[in-house]
């Protein structure tokens, strides 16, 4: 097995055909990362074209770009000593067909989108990290990593399913007007403030396990399909 090697980032070519879209922010993110905990890994190259490693390249020639020098982990802070200016770990896979190639580099950036999270065990991990005295100066939030939004998103997909599936209930069991009736139904609706619905998703992402668990048995309750959820935006 080939290991990694120091290479200079100005022979390293990105794939053109790489689909997965890295936006500033994220690169800004990454750079911050590698310069509070050092770089992890290796660029994976073949003939110097990138199969993985897109924006570790962009954050790390961002480093160099302002002077600033790149560190294995664990770190600068922890004593590393820094990789030659203008170097980054590469690990060669040229023995790869163009297929095989082409291949990693679609799955590499599917496969990580194909897991969930487990909440309850998120939670704790962030009430964790908020509560460590090691790390009274490290600046978690410099990293993108806001434990109070992080929370704050967890309660809310774990609310989403919950009101979502209430905010049916009551759709299911409102009477409909009959022609007599109309005119007065129209005439105390326009009287009464339209309530505020609850917030949805119209795409089914991001849930977990439990959250899924409940959305199945909410469409199994309702003898619904996924295209019913979707168009109704559940």
Sequence with gaps: ???????????????AGNAKRHPPEQIQQLARTFEALGFVGAIV???????KGHGSLKAVESIYARGGLLYPAPGREQGAE???????????V???????????????????????WDAEVL???????????????FDF????????DALSALDEDERTVDANAAHQRDDDSAPVPTSAGAATTGAATA?????????VYPVMISLNRAQYDRLQAFKDEHDMSD????MRGI
């Design 141 to 148: 939030d410099h990293l993108g990593l806001d434990f109070d």
């Design 227 to 230: 295209a019913d959820v979707l």
């Design 94 to 116: 040229t023995g790869w067909t163009e297929s095989q190639f082409r291949a990693y580099v679609i799955a590499d950036n599917r496969l990580a989108e194909g897991g969930d």
């Design 45 to 51: 190259v073949r003939n110097g074209t990138i199969a």
């Design 1 to 15: 097995m080939n290991a990694p090697e120091l290479r200079p980032v100005v022979d390293l070519r990105p794939y």
């Design 82 to 92: 820094p990789f030659p200016s203008g170097t980054v770990p590469v690990l060669d």
């Design 191 to 199: 009287a009464k403030p339209p309530q505020k619905k609850p917030t």
């Design 123 to 137: 939670r704790s991990e962030l009430d964790a990290l908020s509560e460590q005295s090691d790390l009274d100066d």
